[in-house]
């Protein structure tokens, strides 16, 4: 009997000049899953897609992958380049543009809700160390301090389930004037750094709710960020990370590294770098080619095919401008990169990332909504997300740095329980079973996919200066798993 093969649609774009996300549905068909071999897959349509969104101004530049449970990673593309006419702020010398390669690393916004914080619950869950109906005030979590104004009955899975009563956004916001963080009113732009850690602690213990506990979905980063210290404390009680993991610059932000001062975002970021990230022994999400188990070599990938994978730093040469918007066929450079997807990109690596949001003046006064300026620059390479930045770049709902092909591994392995003293079936189904029809989600992941028909690809995008975005598909007549929030 041939087993269920389950396909993932991975894509992720920068949007720093650009228009609006392309529309992916019906660019992959899953049910041409279902003949035996990638080889009778045909991928031009995404091809055609991809290409054709880059000359209509939607995206300077994107990678695209696709993923089965059997086959790992099928299809593996990049296409165009970092901006639209002029170089990255990062390469100003580089006036034909900075094509975008298959190993580029994106920050994925808040794929860091799934990515990062949603895997490292799962983990800790299996490992029968955070128990989901536990009281966020229980003095083994954040203690009886987070009770206030309402808190005490939200629970982690109300976390997960983001019913936990909490706004979408803190209010104000970490990163505005108002709120108070020391580095926000420093010229010409504040830095990315930590010296508000406890600020943004105390604040999140103080935080009111806007509406009951468990009555309403409503997506929130707070229930993110507040998972992140979440996790952090239970992986610094029971030992899996010590300050020996820790980030020196992170513990510099709080009170002798005191959990309650902060800390427990430190923590937070070494368990995901240790335990979601890199948790093999080749410090790479996963030691198998072409990102499966079982290794098998696929002529679909676009760039390396090595059975070991590497990184390699952006091209400089001028096949991929904005006048000819084709895919980057071959990787650009044999240069290694010295990095790794996680938080926190070292400066020398900036360069390597694509450009993300125009936090300016001029692009204020077009987009509105966006509110002021808070960096005053483009930004590349550090956290897009304000509160995230304000917060050191470290946080649970957003801060991630990844390359598709990593995230992409990180999916096979999940959709296969290939490693299962990692996250098992039984885990992964715990967590992606719809907990409320009426909420549509899992723990921590979108069920939205349950209510369309298996044929066809859910989208759900993100309304975001980055575009990251991830569709599930599956056989007719395969039970159906939710996608992931973004």
């Keep these: 009997m041939m087993a269920a093969r389950v396909a993932w649609l991975f894509t992720m774009w920068a949007a720093a000049m650009a228009g609006t996300q392309p529309d992916l549905k019906g660019a992959f ?8 071999g990638p080889g009778s897959l045909s991928w031009s349509p995404i091809d055609q897609l991809l290409t054709e969104s880059i000359a209509q101004g939607a995206f300077p530049g994107c990678v695209a992958a696709v993923a089965d449970d059997i086959e790992g990673i099928l299809y593996l593309k990049a296409f165009g380049n970092f901006t639209y006419e002029v170089p990255p702020p990062l ?10 390669n298959v190993d580029t690393p994106y920050d994925v916004a808040s794929l860091t809700k799934v990515i990062a914080t949603t895997s490292a619950a799962m983990v800790l869950y299996q490992r029968s160390l955070l128990d989901l109906d536990t009281k966020i005030a229980d003095p083994t979590l954040l203690g009886p301090l987070f009770g206030a104004n309402g808190k005490d009955e939200v629970t982690v899975r109300h976390l997960l389930l983001h019913n936990a009563g909490f706004p979408p956004d803190p209010q104000p916001n970490y990163w505005d ?25 105390d604040s999140l213990l103080n935080q009111g709710l806007d509406r009951p506990v468990n009555t309403e979905y409503v997506y929130s980063d707070l229930s993110m960020i507040t998972l992140m210290y979440v996790i952090g404390t239970v992986s ?21 590294g005191q959990l309650e001062s902060g800390a427990s ?17 080749n410090g790479h999400p996963t030691g198998h080619p072409n990102g499966h188990p079982n290794g098998h070599r696929n002529d679909h990938l676009d760039g390396h095919t090595d059975a070991s994978p590497t990184r390699t730093s952006p ?103 290939s490693r299962p003293d990692w996250i098992n079936g039984t885990t992964l189904k715990h967590f992606t079973t719809m907990a409320n029809a009426s909420q549509v989600s899992g723990l ?3 069920s939205q996919l349950s209510t369309i028909p298996s044929h066809s690809i859910a989208s759900h995008p993100i309304p975001s200066r980055i575009g990251t975005a991830s569709w599930r598909a599956q056989n007719m007549n395969q039970p159906r798993m939710p996608a992931p929030f973004h």
């Design 177 to 201: 004037p108002a709120f108070g963080c020391p580095a926000t009113v420093m010229e010409p732009s504040p830095p990315e750094v930590f010296t508000c850690q406890k600020q943004i602690y």
């Design 91 to 100: 390469s100003p010398e580089a006036v034909d543009g900075v094509a975008v």
């Design 236 to 256: 610094a009680t029971h030992g899996l990370t010590t300050d020996r993991d820790l980030r020196t610059d992170c513990m510099m932000g709080s009170a002798e």
């Design 444 to 446: 921590g992941l979108n």
């Design 29 to 36: 068909d899953p049910a041409a899953a279902a003949p035996p």
């Design 315 to 417: 091209s400089r040469s001028s096949s991929s401008s904005s006048s000819s918007p084709a895919s980057s066929s071959s990787p650009a450079s044999s240069t290694s990169a010295a990095w790794e997807s996680g938080f926190l990109p070292p400066a020398n690596s900036w360069s390597l990332v694509p450009p993300t949001w125009n936090d300016t003046l001029a692009s204020s006064s077009i987009y509105p909504s966006a509110g002021p300026p808070y960096r005053n620059r483009v930004m590349q390479g550090q956290a897009s997300d304000g509160n995230a930045y304000a917060n050191g770049g470290i946080s649970g709902h957003a801060g991630l740095f990844a390359t598709v092909r990593d995230v992409a591994t990180l999916l096979v392995e999940l959709m296969s329980s």
């Design 265 to 281: 975002q430190c923590h937070y970021e070494a368990f995901v770098r240790n335990y979601v990230l890199n948790s093999h022994p």
